[in-house]
């Protein structure tokens, strides 16, 4: 059997910053995609619609796209939650830990940080707490999720793995100014 130990896509050092702004891998994430129709007993289950998301205690529920879905968190709340769906029909339940790099960017700067680096508007009305979006993310494509912390505005931006380090370093790049401060 293969060894499954996670290991990150982001394999450089990054100088401390001074400012609130903080991008830190958390790839180790567990993350399943579900693809299902949107009237089928596994959509109900999720109870998400599409460019939103929910907290269930620490896992997120995450409607990205049409008739799909990333369940995020630790691996035993993403597994219990997955492990509750109706599999029946053209319902597919597929884990992407491995294969998805994810980061969290969080700060008063981090919309300014991401519309650097990407076309979409990240104001408050546009992309509020709890917005999904898919975009081209320095012309690479990205689930992008806000999810504040403890008040302050959070964004998961997660990438196919091959592209983990330079969308890492693109961020880190645009956060310069706003002296972040990276955790890989």
Same mark, same amino acid.
């Given at each position: 059997m293969a060894d499954l130990t996670f290991e990150s896509p982001i394999t450089k050092s990054y100088p401390a910053g001074s400012g609130? #702004?903080? #991008? @830190?891998?958390?790839?180790h994430t567990a993350k399943v995609? %579900?693809?299902a129709d949107v009237? /089928? !007993?596994a959509a109900q289950t #999720?109870? %998400?619609g599409f460019g939103s998301l929910r907290t269930e205690g620490e896992t997120i529920v995450s409607g990205s796209r049409p008739d799909e879905w990333m369940i995020l968190g630790t691996a035993e709340g993403v597994a219990s939650i997955? *492990? /509750?769906l109706d599999t029946n029909g053209h319902v597919s339940v597929i884990d992407w830990t491995h294969g998805r790099a994810m980061f969290r960017l969080t *700060?008063?700067?981090a919309s300014s940080v991401l519309e650097k680096v990407c076309s979409l508007d990240f104001s408050d009305n546009m992309t509020p707490? *709890?917005?999904v979006v898919s975009a081209s993310v320095a012309k690479v494509s990205c689930d992008l999720a806000r999810n504040d %912390? @403890? *008040? /302050? !505005?959070?964004?998961l931006v997660l990438c196919d793995r091959s592209f983990g380090q330079y969308i890492f370093d693109t961020i880190v790049d645009a956060g310069t100014e706003f002296t972040i401060s990276a955790n890989a």
């Open positions: 609130d #702004l903080t #991008l @830190s891998d958390i790839s995609l %579900v693809r009237d /089928s !007993p #999720l109870a %998400v997955a *492990g /509750s *700060g008063q700067a707490d *709890g917005a %912390v @403890s *008040g /302050s !505005p959070s964004y």
